[in-house]
Nanobody, 123 residues
Framework: QVRLVEYGGGSVQAGGSLRLSCSAS????????MGWFRQSPGKERERIAT????????TYTDSVKGRFTISQDNDQSTLFLQMDSLRPDDTGMYLC????????????????WGQGTQVTVSS
């Protein structure tokens, strides 16, 4: 059973930066896409960023465009989320996930999840 583990969360003041990392217990499992999600109190889980591993295309939710960057190291063992210009509404539990592409429409279907790392941004 593959486990995803996130690192790098913490507390930071508004305007600051954090870099999150996500490592897998092993790298032989199939995945076509990986992403970061945010779970904030009282809100639904929100997809923040996706990296399509074949094309290297990245997508972001509007609220983080220009501030967050999703990337992966060269041997594809670690997923990163660079978060700059952080705001209080970025506060939440950040989870990484891995998935496969749906044949009918090419969307990413996430099927493996980490436990999350907490990010708290104070004003």
């Amino acid at each position: 059973q593959v486990r995803l583990v996130e690192y790098g969360g913490g507390s930071v003041q508004a305007g600051g930066s954090l870099r999150l990392s996500c490592s897998a217990s092993e790298n032989t499992y199939r995945r076509d896409c990986m992403g970061w999600f945010r779970q904030s109190p009282g809100k639904e889980r929100e997809r923040i960023a996706t990296l399509y591993l074949g094309s290297r295309i990245t997508t972001y939710t509007d609220s983080v465009k220009g501030r967050f960057t999703i990337s992966q190291d060269n041997d594809q063992s670690t997923l990163f989320l660079q978060m700059d210009s952080l705001r209080p509404d970025d506060t939440g539990m950040y989870l990484c996930a891995a998935g496969v592409l749906l044949p009918r429409d090419g969307r990413c279907q996430y099927n493996k999840w980490g436990q999350g790392t907490q990010v708290t941004v104070s004003s």
